[in-house]
């Protein structure tokens, strides 16, 4: 009859499952619509792919060590590495849920027995000293799957973790490139600017001579002596800014100041090419670290409604226990002192005030919230690569009309050179025309700088190397 019973209310239970309110769910975008999207992307020639160690294809020895001693030992890095330990700490401990939770309890009692109480003499009004050990066994059914959903959960939170930390370090070597390569260029400024001087200087003692013979007048000279102060001033403003750009390299990678001092000048392939995938269309998506976040991240949330859910659902307990109680210590551990139990108990609140609807709306909430994050991460990484390929294809046209004027300039400084050459014209003439290219190529470090920051937010647009796949492989 117990039996029967037992049953029945199992069955009642069952029943109740009709009650797990309706689920609202929004939907991602369309990702077919997002391949459509970037098929106008006209393949971007290059040498060669893009791999995760991208920055090697400037060919500079030193960038290579500053990135790969930065990514190794930053302590930002570091940090977010603790995240992803934890995340595995927290699967180790779901899943152990998984195996019944035994456990062993001892003790040894002392006590006087109450005279007025249920206990009769010689027990009642006595001090006996009560013998106890025991083992334990508590067991939950998993019949709805609560736990495979929270172990699933927890799995793509780490999983989210491991992209974060690509994306943090492509935020980093991106960060530290981009100061590298600005370095480079003011290396570069510092230099055609440093000859300018030297021409001006040049000039200077020209115009010297001829003002002492009565040539030239004051202004000219005093003019020119201002332009060579201007030059000078640039140049120490420039160097300022390198100073100030290896130390903010130092701080990125997590160096100690005494690191900028053994730096040298970079020494940057200025001839780099990157490349485009020709399937982009198809896998922007699993190549950007931020989209792979947020995916997780959903499907973590996903699987936490489904947990949400089965609290919806009946559960049984299992409980047992296998020990020995006595008050004589000779007759502890005989058949007669065993105390041995075991229970079964069906878990299904009915009425608690909306407690579990209200946490299943909230799980909701937080899906539907994450897959928003996801569409508006989607929109902009497509927006991204589109903006930065429509920059650069403006940037080349403008470094392609610079070209040109600069082979005017350079003509004419030719020119200016052979009319000096056969007497139809001062020195000074054929001088300025030199300075005139040399500030044109001034203007060309520029476009060239401006172009390899554009290049750099392409890295970033396709996901610096980063494929999904490879978070597969790493071992937590």
């Known amino acids: 009859m117990q039996i029967k019973s037992f049953i029945y209310i199992i069955f009642c ?6 009650c ?33 160690k991208w920055w090697e294809s400037f060919q500079d020895l030193q960038l290579n060590l500053i990135i790969t001693k930065a990514l190794e030992e930053s302590n930002s890095l570091k940090s977010i590495k603790q995240r992803y330990e934890k995340a595995n700490a927290i699967i180790k401990s779901v899943e152990s849920e998984n195996l019944p939770n035994i456990s062993f309890e001892s003790d040894v009692t002392r006590q006087r027995f109450s005279e007025n109480h249920i206990f009769p003499a010689p027990l009642g009004g006595g001090e006996f000293t009560t013998y106890h050990v025991g083992t334990t066994l508590d067991y939950k059914f998993d019949f709805w799957d609560e736990r495979k959903s929270k172990i699933k959960s927890v799995k793509n939170r780490a999983y989210a973790q491991l992209a974060f930390i690509e994306q943090s370090k492509l935020d980093l070597s991106l960060a530290i490139t981009q ?21 001006l200087d040049n000039e200077s003692k020209l115009l010297k001579e ?55 000048k970079p020494n940057v392939n200025s001839s780099t090419n990157l490349s485009i995938p020709k399937d982009i269309n198809l896998n922007l998506l699993s190549n950007r670290a ?10 973590s949330n996903d699987e936490n409604i489904n947990v949400a859910a089965t609290k919806f659902y009946p559960n049984i307990n299992l409980s047992g226990v296998l020990g020995f109680t006595s008050f004589l210590s000779n007759d502890f551990l005989s058949k007669a ?49 589109i903006g930065v ?23 004419n400084e030719k020119i200016a050179n052979k009319r000096f050459q056969i007497g139809l014209n001062d020195k000074i003439f054929y001088f300025d025309s030199k300075i005139n290219s040399l500030m044109i190529h001034i203007v060309e470090m520029e476009l060239l700088e401006s ?26």
């Open 13 to 18: 239970s069952f029943i109740l499952i009709a």
């Open 389 to 411: 390929l429509n920059k650069i294809e403006y940037k080349n046209l403008q470094i392609r009309m610079h070209n040109e004027e600069q082979k005017s300039v350079e003509l």
């Open 337 to 385: 002192s065993s105390v041995p139990s075991v229970g079964f108990a069906v878990d299904l609140p009915i009425f608690d005030w909306g407690k579990r609807a209200a946490n299943l709306d909230e799980k909701v909430v937080e899906y539907n919230s994450s897959i928003y994050e996801y569409n508006d991460i989607v929109n902009k990484a497509v927006n991204e690569v």
């Open 179 to 199: 100061l590298y390569l600005s370095w480079n260029f003011n290396e570069k400024k510092v230099e055609i600017l440093e000859e300018i001087a030297k021409i």
């Open 20 to 52: 797990v309110p309706k689920i609202n769910k929004i939907e991602k975008n369309d990702e077919s619509k997002i391949s459509d999207e970037l098929k106008i992307i006209k393949e971007y020639k290059s040498k060669d792919e893009l791999t995760i």
């Open 210 to 264: 001829k003002y002492d013979i009565g040539l030239a007048d004051e202004v000219s000279l005093n003019n020119k002596k201002a332009q060579i102060s201007q030059i000078k001033y640039n140049i120490y403003s420039i160097e300022e800014i390198i100073k100030g750009q290896k130390a903010s390299i130092c701080i990125l990678g997590g160096f100690l100041p005494s690191f900028a001092q053994n730096l040298k």
């Open 290 to 299: 931020d989209v792979i976040i947020q995916k997780y991240i959903v499907l």
């Open 451 to 476: 172009h390899s920051k554009l290049e750099l937010e392409l890295i970033k647009s396709i996901g610096g190397g980063f494929k999904e796949e490879n978070l597969k492989n790493v071992k937590g």
